[in-house]
């Protein structure tokens, strides 16, 4: 399966901040990753599919001018949080997407904290 | 609106002790059901994709099985590195590749 890496895997930042997580495909080149949102004991909740070349598409209640996502090449999408507040302090993970019917390939997920 | 319901919501086992785990799907037709185990801080890391009723897949000591309605993951003999949070995925025909997720359960295996 895909190899994926993402950094940071932690950041803590102050309030008002906006903060960039980089998303690769070491060994696959995805036109499709997604971005996924986990709260403690909580399950993932699918925030936006990312695609290259063009829009994401945001889920329903997720606010697009809030977590911009870019996903200019066939190895890299970013997610950037901006002007973060405590309560976007979660675990934000991404996954590229195989061909059809193929498993989600998923990073090791950044622990973002606002203080 | 397609749903995933895992049950129970935690399990906690002694080595060697088996079990089964539930995943229950409501979904509107469905392209692949799938399973993953999520440790601590990590991201999920897939073990098994279903398509259709009746299919079963095995991996040293875990088994998942799928019908209409609901899959199981059956653990065999489990010891403590099984310990993690096991997570059920559907993923619907017709276009979109995402998944949607039942909440886990967290699985202890007790030495």
């Known amino acids: 399966g895909a190899v994926v890496s993402q950094h940071p895997s932690r950041v803590i930042c102050k309030s008002g901040t906006s903060v960039k997580i980089e998303c690769r495909s070491l060994d696959f080149q995805a036109t499709t990753m997604f971005w996924y949102r986990q709260f403690p004991k909580q399950s993932l909740m699918l925030m936006a599919t990312s695609n290259e070349g063009s829009k994401a598409t945001y889920e329903q209640g997720v606010e697009k001018d809030k977590f911009l996502i870019n996903h200019a090449s066939l190895t890299l999408s970013t997610l950037t949080v901006t002007s973060a507040h405590p309560e976007d302090s979660s675990f934000y993970i991404c996954?590229?997407?195989?061909?059809?019917?193929?498993?989600?390939?998923f990073g090791d997920g950044t622990r973002l904290s606002i203080l | 609106e397609d749903q995933v319901t895992q049950s129970p919501e935690a399990l906690r086992l002694q080595e060697g002790e088996s079990s089964s785990l539930n995943c229950s799907y409501t979904?509107?037709?469905?392209?692949?059901l799938f399973w993953y185990r999520q440790d601590p801080g990590k991201g999920p890391e897939f073990l098994f994709t279903l398509y259709s009723a009746g299919e079963e897949k095995e991996k040293e000591r875990l088994k998942a099985t799928l019908t209409k309605k609901e899959s199981f993951l059956h653990i065999t003999a489990p010891k403590p590195e099984d310990s993690a949070t096991y997570l059920c995925a559907v993923q619907a025909s017709g276009g979109a590749q995402k998944l949607v997720f039942g909440q886990g359960t967290r699985l202890t295996i007790n030495p």
């Open positions: 996954s590229v997407a195989g061909e059809y019917n193929q498993p989600q390939h």
């Open positions: 979904v509107s037709g469905l392209r692949g």
